[in-house]
């Protein structure tokens, strides 16, 4: 075969074996050559799990933060922490200017003596109405304050035209009162407000007695002769007394001090000891009408006119100087300094009023504040104290009977507790 045949023969097979690849694989797409080698199934194995790890990864690292943000219950919105603000310091019972409480209590007498409060109705004792110092104050009278009337109680006759009405006290049934002789000595005088009938408690012979009333008793000290005196309870429904303690003078001085007696107790000095400073005071507790003895008081201090109210009890510890203090004890503990310097004293349900420096001042136990209450711009004197009414005079333009004063201003305050 010559060369040009078997050339012509290898084209012809060549085209021969392609024409049978092309009909072997009809359909099938492109097949790489690593599909037809042997590492081919490695391969793939390698890329599965390449793949899967991969999508592991993306799943882990994005699909499961992403998950838990979709489906996890939303928490609320913390609550902004409020601003904490300075807490304001509690009020106290006492203003310093308590001034605004005070009324001026117009009574048709020029001349007004003791004054004391109950039941919306003030008790005094008066001469003639426009009398400036008249010659005596023969009259007991009652002014009401909402009619603005004034209406004289009857009194028995005076031992002596000169002889003066003074110191009345008044509750829903009884008046007492005092009348003195220019000489010395006097009667006690009561008043039934129920029969309109007056009658003599009691005569004494020295000094002025210290009236206290509540309900149907009356207590007070007389002078029995010149180194004896006594303190008395007497029932005024039944008109009958009894000697609750007897003093000799010279041994026991504290026989002035006056009792006190309120709807629950009734107290006495009973003792001194000069040595170690300190004062017995007795007390009877009150209920349903009879008194109970209770275990004294023993106070550290001296004691004078000590009043009660049930609560504490209030006192001087001296006879009357502006050396001394004005003191409380509350349920019978060792007593607190109210006020230095004072004049005179009232005790109320809750407070304790007091003249000093020519100003009225009110204390209130409960939280120790103390307030003026007379206005600043004046000057005043405590006229007296019942429950939570408090009266003084207003002494501004002088007192009675002092040039350009020709009448006596009363001043009236309602003291409260509420803050």
């Not at 008043?191 to 004494?204: A, H, K, N, W």
């Not at 006495?268 to 008194?291: F, P």
């Not at 136990?365 to 003026?372: C, E, I, M, N, V």
């Amino acid at each position: 075969m010559s060369i040009f045949q078997r050339i012509k023969r290898y084209f012809k097979r060549k085209r021969m074996r392609k024409s049978l690849r092309v009909r072997a694989y009809a359909g099938k797409r492109g097949v790489s050559k690593v599909h037809s080698s042997p590492l081919g199934p490695i391969i793939k194995i390698v890329v599965i799990v390449l793949v899967v790890a991969a999508a592991g990864f993306a799943v882990y690292k994005w699909g499961i933060p992403f998950a838990k943000e979709l489906f996890a219950e939303k928490e609320p919105a913390p609550t902004p922490t409020p601003k904490v603000s300075a807490t304001p310091a509690p009020e106290t019972y006492a203003k310093a200017d308590m001034s605004d409480l005070e009324t001026e209590v117009l009574i048709p007498h020029w001349f007004i003596s003791d004054p004391y409060f109950y039941n919306n109705k003030i008790i005094y004792t008066s001469g003639q109405k426009a009398a400036t110092a008249p010659n005596s104050l023969n009259n007991v009278l009652i002014y009401d304050i909402a009619s603005e009337d004034s209406v004289k109680i009857a009194t028995p006759d005076r031992l002596s035209e000169q002889n003066n009405y003074l110191e009345p006290l008044m509750n829903e049934h009884w008046v007492v009162w005092l009348e003195t002789v220019a000489k010395g000595g006097g009667r006690i005088m009561a008043y039934d407000r129920m029969t309109q009938e007056s009658f003599v408690l009691r005569e004494y012979s020295y000094g002025m007695p210290k009236l206290q009333l509540s309900e149907d008793f009356c207590m007070f000290n007389v002078s029995r002769g010149a180194n004896k005196d006594s303190l008395y309870l007497y029932d005024l429904s039944k008109k009958e007394s009894v000697i609750l303690r007897s003093y000799n003078y010279n041994n026991e001085p504290y026989s002035l001090s006056r009792p006190s007696i309120c709807s629950t107790e009734m107290i006495w000095i009973d003792g001194m000891d000069y040595e170690l400073g300190t004062t017995t005071i007795k007390s009877y507790k009150i209920k349903e009408g009879r008194a109970f003895e209770q275990a004294p008081y023993i106070i550290n201090s001296y004691v004078f006119d000590p009043v009660t109210n049930g609560e504490v009890i209030a006192f001087l510890n001296t006879q009357r100087s502006y050396e001394g203090d004005l003191m409380v004890s509350i349920g019978g503990e060792q007593p607190l300094v109210v006020a230095s310097g004072v004049l005179n004293f009232g005790l109320g349900d809750n407070y304790i009023a007091y003249t000093r420096d020519e100003a009225i001042h009110v204390y209130y136990w409960a939280d120790g504040s103390t307030g003026r209450l007379s206005n600043m711009n004046s000057r005043a004197i405590l006229a007296s104290v019942n429950e939570n009414i408090c009266l003084w005079y207003d002494i501004t333009d002088g007192i009675i009977g002092e040039k350009e004063k020709d009448r006596d201003v009363l001043k009236m305050a309602d003291i409260p507790f509420e803050r």
